[in-house]
């Protein structure tokens, strides 16, 4: 079936550090890769996806390259901000499972000023 | 646009009590619909998922039970609440291709 392995945190930077979150996946087929954020207290967002391999996901300067060969979807921040503070969830859809999306357990990321 | 509501957000309940919590999506038809919990600290776990009206797939036996009763509406319930039902319920709904999910802003449940 399939899985989603993520690196485990807390992961703590200072603020304008550079930021990745590792991410690797097992999945048949061709699966979709997201990310998702969750700040304190609320529910996920989709922060960015990628549909294929070799697609580049963007969104508010996070950055995450779909890479077949090494089965992974890193996420990356040139400069993080204390904003940014939250836990971070990898997830697939499609391969095996097009009814539900395998998250990983979650990256908690705490920046500090 | 998309919308997807969860109310209450916050419940305190006693062991043994019912529960109904409810989840409705607007701007969409016929959404595929899901509860998840998530418990202090821990990951997300699928409850329940939905392709259609009355039709409901559980993920892990518990005593929580989902129903549709209309299109864009979901609801999870229990009969008698358990210590371990505490934590965090999400409700999302799914678009087509490729599959991605918009999550509510959950309910924080504390069963005392």
């Known amino acids: 079936g399939n899985s989603v392995t993520q690196m485990e945190g807390p992961v703590t930077l200072s603020e304008e550090a550079f930021l990745t979150i590792n991410c690797t996946y097992t999945?048949?087929?061709?699966?979709?890769l997201f990310w998702y954020v969750q700040y304190p207290g609320e529910g996920l967002q989709l922060l960015l996806k990628?549909?294929?391999?070799?697609d580049k996901g963007s969104n508010k300067g996070f950055e995450a390259t779909y890479r077949k060969e090494t089965t992974s979807f890193h996420l990356e921040k040139g400069s993080v901000q204390v904003s940014d503070s939250a836990v971070y969830f990898c997830?697939?859809?499609?391969?095996?499972?097009?009814?539900?999306?395998?998250f990983g357990k979650g990256t908690m990321l705490l920046v500090s000023p | 646009s998309q919308t997807i509501h969860q109310w209450p957000a916050t419940l305190v309940q006693p062991v043994g009590s019912p529960l109904s919590l409810e989840c409705t999506v607007e701007?969409?038809?016929?959404?595929?619909l899901y509860w998840y919990r998530q418990a202090a600290g821990r990951g997300l776990q699928l409850l329940f998922y939905?392709?259609?009206?009355?039709?409901i797939s559980s993920e892990v036996p518990q005593n929580l039970s989902a129903s549709r009763p209309q299109d864009r509406q979901f609801i999870l319930s229990s009969k008698k609440l358990l210590l371990s039902d505490s934590g965090f319920y999400l409700c999302?709904?799914?678009?087509?291709?490729?599959?991605?999910?918009?999550f509510g802003p959950g309910t924080r449940l504390t069963v005392t």
């Open positions: 939905s392709v259609g009206i009355g039709q």
């Open positions: 999302a709904w799914r678009r087509d291709r490729p599959y991605e999910q918009y």
């Open positions: 701007g969409t038809s016929n959404p595929n």
């Open positions: 990628a549909t294929k391999a070799d």
């Open positions: 997830a697939l859809s499609g391969g095996s499972g097009y009814s539900t999306l395998t």
């Open positions: 999945a048949t087929g061709y699966p979709s």
